[in-house]
């Protein structure tokens, strides 16, 4: 797969926006911590952090073909889990809800289907084995 870039970064009113959302929805605490994590960063490392997520997300979706269950899916969830560290380390559980979340919020939906229907069903049959597998 290219180099494409398969998501674009929110902006800062964007981020906003949602860091409000994300509050009244979730764990403040944890919703602020992420906030100052993410403001924390320099430009150049908010676009390297970027350019790892693109690069989770790709291996994910190159690996649709092989299945959920398989050993390119499950390395892609483990690059994925791993670009989370960067802005909260969520638990097990949340892995699976944030990827519920890319299925049942129409924003998320949209920015998945955009890149491939399938991927944002086929992200949460993978993170679900990989959870399964840390336990």
Do not use: C
Not at 33 to 60: C, D, L, T, V
Not at 78 to 96: A, C, G, I, K, S
């Amino acid at each position: 797969m290219s180099k494409r870039q398969l998501f674009e970064a929110f902006s800062e009113e964007e981020q906003a926006k949602y860091a409000v959302e994300a509050e009244q929805k979730y764990d403040s605490e944890i919703v602020k911590a992420s906030q100052k994590k993410w403001k924390s960063y320099s430009e150049a490392n908010k676009q390297r952090i970027g350019e790892e997520g693109n690069a989770a997300y790709a291996a994910i979706l190159e690996a649709i073909p092989f299945g959920p269950a398989s050993p390119q899916a499950q390395i892609g969830v483990e690059l994925w889990r791993r670009h989370m560290d960067y802005f909260w380390t969520p638990n097990p559980e949340q892995l699976v809800g944030l990827t519920d979340l890319y299925i049942s919020d129409p924003r998320f939906k949209a920015n998945f289907d955009k890149i491939d229907p399938r991927l944002a069903e086929f992200m949460r049959e993978a993170v679900k084995i990989f959870v399964k597998s840390m336990k």
